[in-house]
């Protein structure tokens, strides 16, 4: 069975401390030059790890991730015509 998973964004203050954050959760991207960091948690204790996280002092601010919000079904796409034949090459 997998387990749902939801990604937390942590602004912090110095690069040095993204070492510390691997104990909150999956460490999956940190960026030096905006000076944040990708984590993934279970989606059952994402509240308990933002407020944790928030409490620390070289954190800045937490956000949750808003991927698993978006809609991914898109109903007026139109099919790519070189994908198309692409995939029908087996009949």
């Not at 070492?19 to 960026?31: E, P």
Request: net charge positive.
């Amino acid at each position: 069975m997998r387990v749902k998973r939801q990604g937390i964004i942590v602004y912090f203050q110095q690069m040095k401390n993204v070492r510390h954050l691997k104990k909150y959760g999956h460490l999956i991207h940190a960026s030096k030059k905006r000076k944040y960091a990708v984590i993934y948690v279970n989606r059952e204790e994402l509240e308990e790890k933002m407020e944790t996280l928030n409490k620390l002092s070289y954190v800045l601010r937490v956000e949750p991730s808003w991927k698993p919000q978006v809609e991914t079904d898109f109903e007026n796409a139109k099919p790519d015509k070189a994908k198309e034949y692409d995939y029908k090459f087996g009949i």
